[in-house]
């Protein structure tokens, strides 16, 4: 395993730069996740780790060696790409042992080895077939397999179960969760999937324009987001940002109603996550809205609204039968509130 280090790193493509002075450090054995929109430099990032993507600016160190001329093949890293990249004329046997068949590792060697990564990733009934036999998930389950069976110092995921559906997509991301505990090695991870980012990383990293956002656990970035950005990034269904002006102490919407709330002097937009703001009429009261549509997720449903200038999304429960075209009371409810002033800037609540 290995720490991987990133000081200063710049990414430019003629005029346009993708990655701003990039200082980031992974330490030995840390599942870090690279998230955010498309566009924003991530997949980018991972490739500067690999060599496959030159470096402007900086450097980049994996354990101590400064790897910026380093070809890709002398950095011991292993990557799983979103295409399975499997050789289709291979079995799954070949394919997950032909990085080690071209090191000229002996027969016996290769066979124990991936007799031992099939049996960890349930591909023991598997190894005779060829890769148009096998579904979605289990052929991103062989090109795991032929990273792993290396024993890399680092795994470099780039966005490995975007071409799943959703139950392929969970299915895959366990067992990415367990392989994480058995292995232990350094590994970072690209995907613009918040649930991907929430359930797999120690850390998570949001970039937006090539740009640290946030750095921090997963839990620790969604409670306490730096700005807007991030706050409407992280959270299913995404964050309400309501424009307020402070009157005070008191924030005043922009339709001139009054919320009990108190703020800090230079809010000038309240974040509310749908889940603390609910149809009915426990908590602070918000006020009425009209109901756009209503999204039934199984235990939860939530109500699109319109309320003032901006949409809302509400959490309705289960004793509130809404119907979309009709108008609801939704109230604040909870202690997952957010000010920020008009730079988008996080401010404290006890400022």
């Known amino acids: 395993m290995a720490q991987i280090r990133f000081v200063g790193v710049r990414k430019a493509f003629g005029d346009v730069v993708i990655v701003k002075n990039l200082d980031l450090d992974v330490a030995d054995g840390e599942f870090v996740v690279l998230v955010g929109p498309s566009g924003c430099g991530k997949s980018t990032i991972l490739r500067m780790i690999a060599g496959l993507e030159s470096i402007t600016a900086g450097d980049v160190y994996i354990g101590d060696r400064r790897v910026n001329d380093v070809p890709p093949k002398d950095r011991d890293i292993a990557m799983v790409f979103q295409s399975y990249a499997l050789y289709p004329h291979l079995t799954v046997r070949d394919n997950i042992g032909f990085g080690l068949a071209v090191r000229k590792t002996p027969p016996a060697e290769i066979k124990q080895k991936v007799d031992e990564v099939a049996a960890r990733l349930g591909l023991t009934p598997l190894l005779d077939r060829k890769p148009r036999q096998l ?26 179960l975007s071409n799943l559906d959703a139950k392929l997509r969970s299915d895959v991301r366990a067992d990415l969760a367990r392989l994480r505990r058995q292995l232990g090695t350094t590994t970072v991870y690209v995907t613009h999937d918040q649930v991907e980012a929430m359930t797999l990383a120690d850390r998570v990293v949001v970039l937006e324009g090539g740009v640290v956002q946030q750095i921090g656990a997963p839990l620790e970035v969604y409670a306490r987001p730096n700005n807007v950005f991030v706050a409407g990034f992280l959270g299913t269904p995404t964050m309400n940002f309501i424009a307020v002006k402070v009157d005070a102490g008191t924030l005043q919407l922009d339709d001139g109603r009054s919320l009990k709330l108190t703020a800090p002097p230079n809010t000038a937009t309240l974040g509310v996550r749908p889940q603390s703001l609910v149809v009915g009429t426990d908590g602070i009261l918000f006020g009425e809205v009209e109901v756009d549509v209503v999204e039934r997720l199984g235990a939860e449903s939530f109500a699109l609204c319109r309320g003032g200038k901006q949409p809302l999304t509400a959490l309705m429960r289960a004793d509130h039968q809404v119907k979309p075209g009709h108008a609801a009371p939704l109230a604040i409810t909870g202690d997952a509130i957010h000010f920020f002033d008009a730079q988008g800037v996080r401010i404290e609540a006890h400022t």
């Open 135 to 160: 579904s979605g998930g289990q052929r991103q389950r062989v090109a795991m397999g032929r990273a792993i069976v290396r024993r890399p110092r680092a795994f470099l995921f780039d966005e490995p």
